[in-house]
């Protein structure tokens, strides 16, 4: 059986679930959860723009297609999905990021991004 690191928040509380549809996050349980062989540090929950779809497929990974033989049915802006940390800081960093849904974060993701750059992009607090 494969140990996922403690399903913890960005504030240190309980992981909420990203995503069931489509099911997101490393193991594709709907969460963000990671452990070391989660290379990518999928820990990221995200709500998908057409901006973003757009920019990741010009960065080579193509998140609006299908993909049946891997299970994944394409994404479509206003899903959620579990993005690879370093990803959304690249995305930040070309004024691309999409918004962030924090307590659907897990904590891991703070090794790659500072709390204060998730913060600006919360869609999940007032």
Known sequence: MIEK???INVFGETLESCSE???TGFFRDGCCNTNEQDVGSHTVCI???QKFLEYSRFRGNDLSTPMP???FPGLAPGDRWCL???RWKEAYD???AP???LTRTH???LEIVPLELLRQFAADLN
Do not use: F
């Open 99 to 101: 918004r962030v849904h």
């Open 21 to 23: 549809t489509p099911i």
């Open 94 to 96: 070309q004024d691309m």
């Open 5 to 7: 690191d403690e399903s």
């Open 107 to 109: 904590k891991k993701a």
């Open 69 to 71: 033989e891997y299970g």
């Open 47 to 49: 709500e998908v723009t």
């Open 84 to 86: 690879c940390a370093a």
